[in-house]
């Protein structure tokens, strides 16, 4: 029992330690900032925010999405933002028609539109079926926001904005997403909304 009660404070240590890498390194929290401000004017001009991800990414994806699309503190209209794979028959359609590679791109060559945002979650950068959805992006005059671990993999050459948490670890760099997804969130609705008394 006391090795486990040390194994979990070992990993709450480690998930301090690179939320404390993070938060010292200025660039990032500015890149952070840039990404909201780009969030934000993207919004204001009607158009949307898409997430993508895998696995406990595309989960985070969603749950960002939705901070967007419902609310984050306070009550205020809706943001349209949407994470791409939420519609399993489409998802399975096209990993089996074509392949699991294109099930993100062929969504953002009918969805994305000049001036709209696309944030893919990979914790190696190396997940094809976000980088070709970058790339299908960056065709149809969208803007693409990578969030990855420390290397950027190859995301770093199709991302707009890359957000590199100094971290190999991957339940680490998905805490620091979610932490600085909500940032993200907690930022927008500010710069749009006044917070009703």
Known sequence: MEQQISQIRSIISDSIDTKQRVLADEGMIRLTLDVAQLCADTFRHDRKV???????????????????????YFDRDPLFSEAL???????????????????YSRLVKAKVRTGDVLIGLSTSGNSMNIVKAFEQCRIQGGVTVGMTGQTGGKMREVSDILINIPSTDTPRIQECHMLLGHAICQLVEEMLFERKA
């Not at 898409?50 to 984050?72: K, T």
């Not at 794979?85 to 099930?103: G, K, P």
């Open 85 to 103: 794979h939420v519609n399993t028959s489409y998802i399975t359609a096209v990993a089996n028609d074509y392949s699991y590679e294109q099930i």
């Open 50 to 72: 898409f997430f993508c991800g895998n696995g406990g990414s595309a989960a985070d994806a969603q749950h960002l999405a939705a901070e967007f699309s419902g609310r984050f």
